[in-house]
């Protein structure tokens, strides 16, 4: 058993950044499921979203995160979010990030659902550079990095009706089960865009800390809100199917870029007046309509008519791994799909990171702060990861120093590996997840497909439960079980709002319903027992 003040479980954004302000205050763990820098936000190509320019106001920022979260997000948390960003940006540069300036200063982009140029970033590759950063950072200080080391589930206890969390039970390298018991614990594990066959995220978005937080018996909110990206690289058949697809950031149409039919018709000025600026759902939902109208599989983007800029110099990441895909961004258009992106429902925390559990926080994409309500505003995500990790940082400090480590005995955990041969079903029960979610349960939606759904994963879940307390915890049977419940979880959430609403949009409901359901969906307790 290990024992430490701050159990960090996830090395993403987030986590590093948490982990740099806790550091100096107590012994502090940092769990990394696989390679430390594989996370979501290392793949985050746009940049974060802050007020940096004369021109711009919090205002606009705050009116426009609202507008898109179509009437549910919490005013609160979105005033507080934005208007730390410019301190966010200065402890970024302080920490070693340069971003991008021209001769008025930072070079700002301007993405879908934005009325100002406002999203900081350098060239295509921001969450790269801010991950390096942030690690490079992190290994200098005393907090300990485990790599390839997957939390399994969160130790917890009740009193008197309020559950505690003391840290969580641990799959080691060498593949042994470990207790790493803390004062305060702390989830940034990302998102869970694995739940879908299509998905920009890494393969690592099983939704680990959202199964995890579940089955503690958390408050989870909004889990019907699941944001698909417009425009992901289309490559049929040229990945594995565990791989992520090749986003291709939002900054492009920015800059200029415009969506056609194969056929080169642009189509998005039918569908918003913003055209290729309107939002993601928008913009995701006119090509989904397009390709429902011409049975084609991918539409194009067409990155040529951007002026004024070097295509190379820009967007060279996206130039790069075009090319070796055979594409040139500079001479000719690209297939694009939407894919499956962002989370915008999690764990529900406070303006401080805390859940309804005591002494478990949770920051980044695996929370529910409120900020982002129906739908997400781009570029917002880094700059609540980093604003919410560090409040939730300054305020687990304080709780450290009231509470103490506990010796409460963890559940019981199976010893027998499992057999060569049952380690097939968990695959076939794998696929089976995310082909269901991709069928039933994706942009478009209905009564009818979701209540398939509800009905598929009931049958699988009764398979992964058997394993999973008959089995010794394994990477494929943990995930396995992590991204069965947080496709039950959206699909349930799903089924609860009978209306459309942002990234919801039902069929039979295609009205949003303000008097019914200008609320956020909740889920409080397990009820897979």
Not at 19 to 27: D, M, S, T, V, W
Not at 53 to 68: C, V
Not at 263 to 292: C, N, Q, T, W
């Amino acid at each position: 058993m290990l024992e430490c003040d701050f159990l960090i479980i996830g090395s993403g954004g987030g986590g590093l950044f948490s982990a740099l302000h806790l550091a100096p205050y107590g012994k502090t763990i940092i769990l990394s499921k696989k390679d430390p820098n594989e996370t979501a936000t290392s793949y985050a190509q746009g940049g974060i979203a802050a007020v940096l320019s004369k021109d711009d106001s919090y205002k606009s920022h705050i009116e426009d995160t609202l507008k898109l979260g179509c009437g549910i997000c919490r005013e609160d948390v979105v005033r507080v979010i934005v208007e730390s960003g410019p301190e966010i940006i200065r402890d970024l540069e302080n920490l070693g990030v340069i971003f991008d300036r021209d001769e008025d200063g930072y070079h700002l982009s301007i993405e879908g659902g934005h009325s100002n140029r406002r999203v900081a970033h350098i060239r295509d590759q921001t969450g790269r550079v801010f991950q390096d950063v942030l690690y490079h950072n992190a290994v200098n200080t005393d907090a300990k990095i485990i790599t390839n080391a997957l939390a399994v589930d969160l130790i917890v206890d009740e009193d008197e009706g309020q559950r505690t969390c003391y840290g969580a039970v641990v799959l080691t390298p060498d593949g042994t089960i470990e207790d790493i018991r803390a004062k305060i614990t702390i989830l940034a594990t990302g998102g869970a865009g694995k739940v879908y066959l299509v998905t920009s995220n890494p393969d690592i978005s099983t939704g680990d800390g959202l199964a995890m937080a579940y089955r503690a018996g958390a408050k989870i909110i909004n889990m019907e809100f699941v944001q698909f990206h417009p425009t992901c690289l289309y490559l049929p058949g040229a990945r594995p199917a565990h791989e992520r697809t090749f986003l291709i950031t939002e900054a492009a149409r920015g800059e200029g870029a415009i969506l056609t039919t194969i056929d080169g018709d642009r189509f998005m000025p039918a569908y918003d007046h913003l055209a290729e600026l309107a939002p993601r759902d928008v913009v995701s939902k006119a090509i989904y309509d397009v390709l429902s109208k011409t049975g084609d599989d991918y539409v194009l983007l067409d990155m040529r008519p951007i002026r004024g800029v070097s295509l190379k110099r820009r967007f060279p990441y996206i130039y790069e791994n075009c090319l070796k895909w055979g594409y040139d961004i500079t001479m000719e258009p690209i297939p694009v799909i939407p894919a499956a992106h962002y989370i915008c429902g999690g764990v529900e925390t406070n303006l401080n990171g805390r859940t309804s559990i005591e002494r478990l926080y949770a920051v980044g994409e695996v929370a529910y702060t409120g900020m982002h309500g129906a739908n997400r505003l781009a570029s917002n995500s880094l700059l609540e990861t980093f604003v919410m990790a560090k409040r939730a940082s300054q305020d687990a400090i304080k709780l450290s120093k009231k509470v103490k480590n506990s010796n409460k005995t963890r559940v019981h955990i199976p010893t027998s590996k499992i057999p060569t041969q049952e380690k097939i079903v968990i695959s076939h029960e794998w696929n089976s997840i995310r082909r269901v979610m991709t069928s039933y349960a994706s942009m478009m939606r209905s009564d009818h497909r979701l209540n398939l759904a509800d009905k598929y994963l009931a049958l699988i879940g009764d398979i992964l439960k058997v394993d999973y307390k008959k089995y010794a915890p394994s990477l494929d049977l943990v995930e396995t079980f992590n991204l069965h419940h947080v496709a039950c979880l959206i699909v349930k959430s799903a089924l609860m709002r009978k209306e459309s609403r942002g990234l919801h949009y039902n069929v039979d409901y295609p009205q949003q319903d303000d008097e019914n359901f200008r609320k956020e969906t909740v889920i409080t307790s397990y009820e897979e027992e």
